[in-house]
């Protein structure tokens, strides 16, 4: 346990697990530690000034409040959207320079680095999709030209080719699909696919890392899996509303996991939209999740984190006194959440 600057709100690490950030209340200076050693390396200077926006979205749909921050493929660079300033800032991992800034984003919803690191994608809302190269240390906007009165873009995925990414993006405008993903191709701008439908309920996405799984969700309960070339459903499933609380989805798209408000919680394949396993019941579950990159499953109760492994569903560790966030790993061997009182907690040899 270590103490933090205000109440641990973000916490990431680098890919090879060696450092990690984190964030406090809604503050935009970022703290860079030692994992080993649990050392302040150093602290990525920002303002203090609180944010008027809410907590972070936990279905991962869009930042609000708190400074998100994540490293790049390399872990050379760490990228912060920093809420309460309006603000992307790109910082230098080892020498603690601010290498670039991008002003005036007040609407970012999500932060996405291509396969190869070269290229920094922000999903800025109303204000469109911005690229940045890292290496050339440049900007450009998105060529492509959408229809529609207003168009409120919110998510984005690159495929492995580099050549083509998947767009999220929610349409103000009468007779237009409501909630689209577009396949689109980075170098013409051309719109190579639409998926979506007129009118219902609003949908969110998820994209595999491999571009091949799509998932469509909305909040009355309804999942389906979609054809990546035609949008057709490959199959559906429905919750009463009254029993849908959350879904997380595994990041490399083969499970997703739900939980109902009686504390049943169950493991789905996304590829046929069978149960694979029904979890132990927790009454008092607050929320549910992939870490590690997806190895583990993490169910938050008042009395902490429960931890399972996500291949086997065997139970792992019991996380007490730890309250959310929770950020595992790439290697599933450390695990970061809030203690109390302003603490945080980085857990070692959890598998």
């Not at 150093?42 to 279905?59: F, I, Q, V």
């Not at 237009?176 to 577009?182: A, G, H, I, K």
């Not at 396993?277 to 990159?293: M, Q, S």
């Not at 730890?322 to 790993?329: C, F, M």
């Amino acid at each position: 346990m270590f103490k933090t600057d205000g109440e641990l709100t973000w916490a990431s690490f680098s890919p090879d697990g060696k450092m990690f950030a984190t964030s406090f209340d809604e503050k935009t200076s970022i703290w860079l530690w030692d994992t080993e050693t649990v050392t302040l390396k150093r602290k990525l200077a920002g303002t203090d000034e609180p944010s008027a926006s809410g907590p972070w979205d936990l279905m991962g749909l869009g930042f609000t409040g708190t400074a998100v921050s994540i490293f790049s493929p390399d872990g050379k660079y760490l990228v912060v959207d920093a809420v309460a300033a309006n603000e992307v800032r790109i910082w230098d991992v080892n020498s603690g320079e601010l290498k670039a800034k991008l002003m005036g984003l007040s609407d970012v919803s999500d932060l996405t680095f291509g396969e190869n690191g070269r290229m920094l994608a922000i999903a800025a809302g109303l204000q469109g999709l911005i690229f940045w190269d890292m290496k050339s240390g440049s900007q450009a906007k998105l060529k492509t030209e959408i229809k529609g009165n207003i168009n409120d873009f919110s998510r984005v995925w690159f495929r492995p080719d580099g050549r083509t990414i998947f767009v999220s993006v929610h349409h103000v405008g009468m007779g237009l699909p409501r909630d689209p993903l577009y396949l689109i191709d980075l170098g013409t701008g051309e719109i190579k696919s639409k998926l979506g439908e007129v009118g219902g309920p609003r949908a969110y996405y998820y994209v595999s890392p491999d571009g091949q799984v799509i998932g469509r969700m909305n909040k009355q309960g309804e999942i389906a899996s979609m054809d990546m070339d035609t949008g057709k459903v490959k199959w559906s499933a429905k919750f009463a509303k009254k029993d849908f609380a959350t879904v997380g989805v595994r990041p490399d798209g083969k499970m997703f996991i739900t939980s109902r408000e009686d504390g049943t919680r169950g493991v789905w394949s996304f590829s046929t939209g069978e149960l694979v396993k029904a979890l132990p019941e927790f009454k008092d579950a607050l929320t549910i999740g992939y870490i590690a990159d997806g190895r583990m499953i993490a169910i938050e109760s008042k009395r902490g984190f429960t931890i399972y492994d996500a291949n086997t569903f065997e139970f792992i560790s019991e996380l007490k006194g730890a309250h959310w966030p929770i950020v595992g790993s790439n290697d599933g061997r450390k695990i970061i959440t809030a203690g109390k009182r302003n603490t945080a907690i980085l857990w070692t040899g959890i598998k």
